[in-house]
């Protein structure tokens, strides 16, 4: 696995080709967004030792690492640099999804794994040292890619003990959403993930409205997100597809509950951009002030980011994050003070490697060339909130690629593509705004890091971790954040 590095490298962000350029004025009325060199940030990127696949992660106020790497919850107290299994006994010998949400608030950490019928809940109050378990999902229908949550009460939410007058059992709501095979579904806990007695009326599936299939994009969603007024967001991928099968008919969809998650309703986001059929999810964050990101692969399957500051009521044109990159997938968002969000993300570095043949959409992930080499991206902008945001965009792992050849996120045939690296990537920011990041390396061998790599030598799924060591905060006030 590739040693610690600072990686500081710089994108040459201010000359597209011609094919780029005309799809980036046509999305934005005849302007392209500010693209401006780096901030001059640095990152340092280590392996977890762990299969992690589907990796999610938490940091605690004390500054401790967690990352969920299949079964194991590994934990590290020295800002990365190694890391212990801490849930070796609560854990299941197997999963097919895991996930971990750190409370913010209460240090807690839940650590969730799918077992065939079950949902099998586990969490600590002690940094590992002792845990909970909690079937929190038996007996509930065919479930999957599970996510977690936690959030302040909405005053006088029928979930507000404190409004009626009782002692709240948890300073925080906790949610658990799942997809169904058509649908999703979402329940609450208010006795910190103990029982879970409260579920949603009606949770949106991923439909497009008037669309006479609603189920058609099934129940897929996206991370279960509340803003520091506890107003709930869940944002999902469309999932009909468009006239030959690569542009879906319509954006993103973001459900939201104004009411702890009992009652819900949505909205449809950039549909004149879309979404890559058959992809994986968007994803939001929620900055100090309730304004709303939404950051997702576009129809063309670059990045792209909307905004939101009345609840996602209204949004903002849709702005490409990427337009000098190749095909894009999995992003995680985080926002920290307004305008501040950084987004990490795979993506090929080369266009000309996953460009279809009319040189103005890019291919879904699993349809690039078998040269295509991915890295892990950052993204970051200080002022995502105005017209023209300006993007600082960093290739944290370097020239070592995670991955050679296709991507399977279901989209296609997935014909010479694997789905090693599953379906998503994690991001986190401490108190101090410095941003952390779990992903996959498929491609941890010497021939795969050499320059005649074939998609087949890029099959690992080995837990990774990133880091930023020296750069910006995402809170305003602070200043450049020197390394841990």
């Not at 929190?136 to 007058?165: E, F, I, R």
């Not at 994009?217 to 030959?244: E, K, Q, T």
Request: net charge negative; with cysteine; glycine share 10%.
């Amino acid at each position: 696995m590739r040693p610690w590095v600072a990686c500081l490298l710089l994108l040459s962000l201010l000359f597209a080709g011609c094919a780029s350029k005309r799809q980036d004025d046509d999305a934005n009325n005849g302007e392209s967004p500010s693209y401006t060199d780096p901030l001059g940030a640095t990152f340092l990127v280590s392996s977890v030792g762990e299969d992690g696949p589907e990796p999610s992660l938490g940091v605690d106020s004390m500054g401790n690492i967690y990352f969920q790497a299949m079964e194991k919850t590994m934990k590290s107290t020295d800002a990365g640099r190694t890391w212990m299994n801490v849930n070796g006994l609560a854990a299941l010998p197997t999963t097919l999804d895991p996930y971990l949400w750190l409370d913010p608030v209460t240090d807690r950490v839940f650590a969730n794994q799918l077992y065939v019928a079950c949902s099998y809940l586990t969490f600590t109050d002690d940094g590992g040292e002792t845990w909970v378990t909690n079937p929190a999902a038996c007996g509930t229908p065919a479930n999957d890619h599970q996510k977690m949550a936690t959030g302040p009460y909405v005053p006088g939410s029928p979930l507000d003990l404190a409004a009626t007058g009782h002692k709240l059992l948890y300073p925080n709501v906790v949610y658990y959403a799942v997809n169904g095979l058509v649908d999703s579904r979402i329940a609450m806990s208010i006795d910190g993930g103990v029982t879970f007695p409260f579920v949603a009326e009606s949770f949106p599936a991923v439909y497009l409205p008037g669309n006479d299939n609603p189920g058609c994009g099934g129940g897929l969603h996206g991370n279960v997100v509340a803003g520091p007024d506890g107003v709930v967001y869940v944002p999902s991928r469309s999932g009909c597809a468009g006239p030959g099968g690569n542009l879906t008919l319509g954006g993103p969809v973001v459900a939201r509950s104004f009411d702890n998650g009992l009652t819900w309703d949505n909205t449809v986001v950039a549909d004149d951009v879309g979404t890559p059929y058959d992809d994986k999810n968007p994803d939001l964050a929620i900055d100090l002030e309730n304004n709303v990101y939404l950051a997702f692969p576009g129809g063309d399957n670059r990045m792209w980011l909307a905004t939101s500051s009345d609840h996602g009521i209204t949004w903002s044109k849709a702005v490409v994050m990427t337009p000098n990159l190749g095909t894009t997938v999995m992003p995680a968002l985080v926002a920290g003070s307004p305008g501040r969000i950084a987004v990490a993300y795979y993506a090929v570095e080369d266009p000309a490697t996953s460009l279809l043949a009319n040189e103005t959409f890019l291919a879904v992930p699993d349809h690039v060339n078998d040269t295509a080499r991915w890295s892990l991206f950052v993204t970051y902008s200080l002022d995502a909130l105005a017209e023209q945001p300006t993007f600082h965009t960093y290739k944290v792992t370097g020239d070592d690629p995670i991955q050679v050849g296709g991507i399977s996120t279901n989209s296609g045939d997935s014909a010479g593509a694997e789905r090693n690296l599953l379906d998503f990537i994690d991001a986190q920011i401490d108190a101090d705004g410095r941003l952390y990041v779990a992903f996959a390396d498929g491609c941890t061998s010497d021939e795969c890091r050499g320059p005649d790599a074939e998609p087949g030598d890029s099959r690992d799924s080995t837990g990774t971790f990133a880091m930023l060591q020296t750069g910006p905060s995402l809170f305003d006030g602070q200043p450049d954040l020197t390394a841990r």
